[in-house]
């Protein structure tokens, strides 16, 4: 899928517009490898990447988190993901920090993961490029139209659903992605490069 017929995609749309209904729970894999950060309304984009999958289906997401002016709309925070498919109810989801130099050279780049507690947000400042790389998995009965609120905003009745999304992404059978752990940064684990 893609806005234009440049790189011969087989379904033409703008991603910020909704998708039509004959495209609903079509897929079992989607991958944006770096779409999210050049669209200008990303909660329709959020609606439609819930929509377009099926129950189980999962999305792998790659986009900028920064040092991209220019090349970007947006640079994103883990959070954002990881608030989003907790607060609408995935089966998993697992957020990471992609590190590096170069876009030439991804397999130097360091992997961090976000942990998605309010108490791990610590500040990720690098004059490096950086990524956050998401790979969320739909439940049968997740849900679409939640929008959630930054952390450090919610009052005790805004935090049950991040606490009922995130008991059940606890009980995930997938294992986050391992290199040598390392502590950096308050909140990320240092995971080796890829």
Known sequence: MDVSAYEQSD??????????????????????GGTFDHLFDVQTAFVNVVKLLKPGGRIFQWN????????????FG????YDYYV?????????????????????????????????EYGHFRSSRIQMVIVLAEKAPDSTWDKIPVQAQYRDDSLWEP?????????????????GCYRERNRGFK?????
Not at 162 to 178: A, C, H, I, P
Not at 190 to 194: A, F, N, R, S
Request: glycine residues 6%.
């Open 11 to 32: 379904i033409l749309h703008n991603f910020n517009n909704p998708i039509p209904q004959s495209l609903y729970e079509q897929f079992d894999f989607i991958i944006d």
């Open 64 to 75: 900028a988190a920064s040092n991209f002016t220019g090349a970007a709309y947006f640079s």
């Open 87 to 119: 607060v609408n109810q995935f089966a998993d989801c697992k957020v990471y920090i992609a590190e590096g130099d170069q876009l030439v050279q991804p397999e130097l780049w360091d992997i961090y993961e976000f942990g998605g507690s309010f108490n």
């Open 162 to 178: 991040y606490r009922r999304g995130r008991e059940r992404m606890l009980k995930s059978t997938r294992k986050s992605w391992k």
């Open 190 to 194: 240092y995971l080796g490069q890829i």
């Open 78 to 81: 883990p959070d954002l993901f």
